[in-house]
C-alpha cells in the first residue's frame, strides 16, 4: 500500500518549538522527504533523510525512523513567516516518485 | 526560485477543450515529474520521465499525456477537460531518480 498520514493543522506561538509527526507505510521505500509549501506557491524542499536519525538544518531538524515508518520535522524558534503547510512524502525505491501526505497547516500566533 | 519554469502561469478553459502545459527542468536535472494538486486531494503524481523516456505513472487519467524532448523540457497534455480537473499543475525535477526534487511555480487551470 501507499499510506502516508500527518496531522490536518497545528497552532504553535512564536518562538516556540513545535513537532510535525509523519507515520508511512510502504513496501518500497527510498527516504523521507519534508517540503514546505505557502498557499497557492510551489513546494520548497526542506529536508530528506534516508537513514535513521536526526537531520538538523538551522532552525529545521528531521527525524526518522524505517523500522517504526515514523518521520517529525521539527522547528524551533517559530517565526510568522513559518505559517505554512508542512508536506511529508515518501520516495518510491522504484523510481523515485514522491508520494505525499495531506499535508500538516501551521499557524503561528503572535 | 528553484530554477524549474513552468508555463502559462494561469490557464482558464472550457469542458471539453485540450490545453498543453509546458515545463523546463533545472540545468542538469535529467528526470521530470508532473504532480495535481487539488484542495481535496493533497499534491498526487501523474508520472515521471527521466531522460526522454518515461519511468513511472501514477494515477494519470487516460485523457492525460505527458513527454519530455530530447532538450529535456516536457509537456502534458490534458484533453477533454472536465471541471474536475480544476487544480495547479506542478512540474518538478532532480538530477537523478533518487535526489530530492525541485519543483516550479505551478500553472493554475481553472475549466469553466
Known amino acids: 500500500g501507499q499510506n502516508i498520514d500527518q496531522p490536518t493543522e497545528m497552532t504553535a506561538t512564536e518562538g516556540a518549538i513545535v513537532q510535525i509527526n509523519c507515520t508511512y507505510q510502504t513496501s518500497g521505500f527510498n527516504g523521507l522527504f519534508w517540503y514546505q509549501q505557502h498557499a497557492g506557491e510551489a513546494p520548497t524542499f526542506l529536508s530528506y533523510n534516508v537513514l535513521d536519525g536526526l537531520e538538523e538544518k538551522g532552525r529545521f531538524s528531521s527525524f526518522l525512523s524505517r523500522s517504526k515508518g515514523y518521520s517529525y520535522l521539527l522547528l524551533k524558534e517559530l517565526q510568522m513567516k513559518d505559517s505554512a503547510s508542512y508536506l511529508c512524502?515518501?520516495?518510491?525505491?522504484?523510481?523515485?516518485?514522491?508520494?505525499f501526505g495531506q499535508g500538516t497547516t501551521l499557524q503561528v500566533k503572535p | 526560485d528553484s530554477g524549474v519554469t513552468q508555463t502559462p502561469k494561469h490557464l482558464i478553459t472550457a469542458t471539453g477543450q485540450r490545453v498543453t502545459l509546458r515545463c523546463s527542468p533545472r540545468s542538469g536535472d535529467l528526470s521530470v515529474y508532473w504532480y495535481q494538486q487539488s484542495l481535496d486531494q493533497g499534491l498526487q503524481f501523474l508520472i515521471q520521465?527521466?531522460?526522454?523516456?518515461?519511468?513511472a505513472k501514477g494515477n494519470i487519467l487516460e485523457r492525460f499525456s505527458a513527454q519530455q524532448f530530447p532538450d529535456l523540457h516536457s509537456e502534458l497534455n490534458l484533453s477533454s477537460l472536465e471541471l474536475g480537473d480544476s487544480a495547479l499543475y506542478f512540474c518538478?525535477?532532480?538530477?537523478?531518480?533518487?535526489?530530492?526534487?525541485?519543483f516550479g511555480p505551478g500553472t493554475r487551470l481553472t475549466v469553466l
Open positions: 512524502a515518501y520516495g518510491s525505491s522504484n523510481t523515485g516518485k514522491l508520494i
Open positions: 518538478a525535477s532532480s538530477v537523478s531518480s533518487y535526489n530530492e526534487q525541485f
Open positions: 520521465y527521466y531522460n526522454g523516456e518515461e519511468r
